[in-house]
């Protein structure tokens, strides 16, 4: 741990990275998966087995916590680390993207955007300045700056305006961020699908000499193939020594594949939202616990895992708490799932630094594809 924001590598293979991210509050080892807390809970689960299962860091989001409780009442509470028992990094989310999917009546202009609460109607304003007030509320130690994210496709001159905007954008919230010698700012190129706007964001956020940089505006539609080329358009133009965040990513596949090509953190709800809807991810592969074939299967998820979640309990009881609709097999498969983004991801990290990166993504790809045909063969 540190009293500054720190980023150093220690080993990189091919464009993949091993480094690790130090704050007060706590170090980061990157690759890293960020799981997100929404509203000050990573759904399903105690915050003590999230960090049991190697979690450094987890995600918040502000458009949410400033609807439910408020960030004045989260900061009169001591912020959110006091609040949810969670004393190690968090970084929140601008908003910009809730406010762009959720808000059902929202009018965007230069100052920012005016939205419609999806909880009870509310009108609220979000300015770049007020986001980065809200983060400071919460006392997130990496703050995101405010962003439009144009949904793919989009009309070349749609996401040329809104990735031009985003970047006036970050420049205020850089100025409203000030000097905080324990936190970071991160900027967020945006250009949509389209190379060369990706590669003036990133170099006018480049710019700004900011503490990270995030790749936004993707995962939303494009295909798997659209996402590289992206990331490979992007991260040349981004300071080699600073963290690189790609947004809202995703599959075990989509950040075996993002690591080879140079990213460092990542989030996204994929694996608590799908255990709360019957699908495990394992060493084998996605196991949608719901069909019929596992109604009678006494096996575990995964006999070799050190989740109790993935080797205690039976394909069986896990299929019988789905079908009925019991919280607690949302819980376990919740359970399941972060323990194996959280192996996948200290897998990724030892490879890297053993300089094997390459035969250990096509190891784990060979083991997915495996299950993938026993699983056919047993349906």
């Not at 741990?1 to 980023?7: G, I, L, Q, S, Y």
């Not at 762009?100 to 300045?129: A, N």
Request: charged share 25%; hydrophobic share 35%; glycine share 10%.
């Amino acid at each position: 741990m540190t009293e500054r924001f720190e980023f150093k590598l220690s080993a990189t293979d091919g464009k993949a990275r091993r480094g690790e991210v130090s704050m007060p509050r706590g170090t980061i080892r990157t690759p890293a998966f960020m799981p997100v807390g929404t509203v000050g809970t990573v759904k399903a689960m105690y915050l003590d087995q999230v960090r049991d299962l190697g979690a450094d860091i987890i995600l918040g989001n502000t458009y949410h916590l400033m609807l439910r409780p408020g960030a004045e009442r989260v900061a009169r509470l001591g912020g959110l680390h006091e609040l949810i028992r969670w004393p190690y990094p968090i970084l929140t989310d601008s908003g910009g993207f809730q406010v762009m999917s959720l808000s059902g009546l929202r009018k965007l202009d230069e100052q920012g955007v005016t939205f419609k609460s999806h909880v009870d109607g509310s009108l609220h304003h979000m300015s770049p300045e007020r986001s980065i007030e809200i983060q400071g509320l919460l006392d997130s130690d990496i703050q995101m700056q405010l962003d439009e994210c144009v949904r793919l496709p989009a009309e070349p001159k749609e996401i040329e305006r809104a990735m031009e905007m985003s970047y006036r954008w970050a420049e205020r919230c850089k100025a409203a961020f000030g000097d905080q010698p324990g936190k970071a700012m991160f900027g967020i190129v945006q250009g949509g699908d389209i190379p060369e706007l990706r590669v003036r964001s990133a170099q006018a956020l480049t710019g700004l000499d900011l503490k990270g940089y995030a790749i936004g505006g993707l995962a939303v539609g494009e295909p798997q193939a659209v996402m590289l080329d992206m990331i490979d358009t992007t991260c040349p133009h981004l300071p080699f020594e600073k963290p690189r965040y790609l947004m809202g990513v995703g599959t075990p596949d989509d950040i075996l594949r993002s690591v080879a090509h140079g990213i460092d953190m990542f989030d996204c709800v994929m694996p608590t939202r799908s255990g709360r809807h019957g699908l495990a991810f394992t060493r084998h592969g996605r196991i949608n616990i719901r069909n019929a074939r596992h109604a009678e299967d006494k096996r575990p998820l995964d006999e070799q895992s050190s989740c109790p979640a993935s080797r205690d309990y039976s394909r069986a009881y896990l299929h019988h708490l789905v079908r009925s609709n019991e919280s607690l097999g949302g819980m376990l498969l919740t359970w399941n799932n972060l323990a194996y983004y959280q192996e996948l991801m200290g897998g990724i990290r030892s490879a890297i630094e053993q300089g094997r990166y390459a035969e250990f993504m096509a190891e784990t790809q060979e083991a997915w594809a495996r299950g993938e045909a026993e699983a056919k063969k047993g349906a």
